[in-house]
């Protein structure tokens, strides 16, 4: 892992009059630019060639003459053959002589590799660099280990496959969509076997992933994503806000449930099984009676960071979760950054986060709104690593 100290080093040298935002334009790339720019701080997404035209054409800042913003939300654009070469040397070199704030997200640290994201990109970045590692499913300290660390409520995991006796969900990646999710379900023994092998037979897992896969009780309820920020420079109000809650569409299983049952059962062998690839999201709101208990999630999980992962939690986090028939949580999945479906709130914010602010508030503007505020009083080494 970096030193936090050699990052801080390096922001000494920037114009903080000149920050800009850099972003990989994957996953929640257009919430950060938009953001950026209703706080007026300038934007850089950084395109895979073959998938540029997104950001570098329809979304493409356009300015008046005196600078003022006419559409769009991306100011510039850098084409890398592979997203993972702005691990290079030299690139990162460029992004910091141009005084380039990184946003992480996802993508970042799925296509780039969470060794180089922690030991070679020295490029200041807006969040909490130790906690990225713990998305990792299935390593020493993950995510299930940070939740019962803090004492949080997590489905139950169950050890070895003979011993499912209810609905459980198996987790594993999907074996061609490498960054995409081989789930399946299974209530007992022999229907897990018998779908493993399907699964394994059409191509959609591998037998080594599926050794490794995190089984769990699969919790019947609906699906809360919801979308926290913490700011260590808040000193007015609670440090902690829920800024919006969304939920997924998921590929292909949200095209079954729009099936009749007698649909269902004759769909042919290749479309038995459904998949779980994320596509899109959209956006909810809890009732009040759980609001508290949300943010008690979200107190524990910060507290529980600051304790094992110094400084902690910095600026947007996620916690995904499901609630049971008796209104109980389960956190299924932690994203330590900004989430993936916060462009549900881009633009026009979310009524958690537009409530509390009084203006149209997302995500990206929130996090904006931080490193704008930070630069003005000189404290940006709170919420870089």
Known sequence: MIDRDEILATLEGYETSKAKIGVIASHSALDVCDGAQSEGLR?????????EKTFANYFRAVRESDGSLRRGMVDEVLVLDRFKQVMEIQRQKALIEDNVLFIPNRSFVSYCGIDAVEDDFT??????????RSEDRGGEKDYYWLLEQAGMPYPRKITDPQDIEDLTIVKLHHKQKILERGFFTASSYTEYREKADELIRQGVIDQESLDGARME???????FNLDFFYSPLEDRGERIELLGIDWRFESSLDGYVRL??????NLVESQVLPEYTVCGHNSATLRESLLERAFVL??????????LYDPGMIGPFCLQTCVDKDMNFHIYDVAPRIGGGTNVHMAVGHPYANALWRREMSTGRRLAMEIRRAIEEGRLDEIVS
């Not at 009780?217 to 699906?223: A, H, K, L, N, R």
């Not at 979200?298 to 304790?307: G, L, N, P």
């Open 298 to 307: 979200a107190e524990q999980f910060v507290d529980c960071t600051k304790r």
């Open 123 to 132: 490029v200041p970045m807006v969040g909490s660099r130790n906690l990225l």
């Open 217 to 223: 009780e699969y919790i019947i309820g609906p699906v």
């Open 260 to 265: 009749p049952a007698d649909q269902q059962l």
């Open 43 to 51: 934007t850089l997404a950084i395109c895979q060639a073959g998938r």
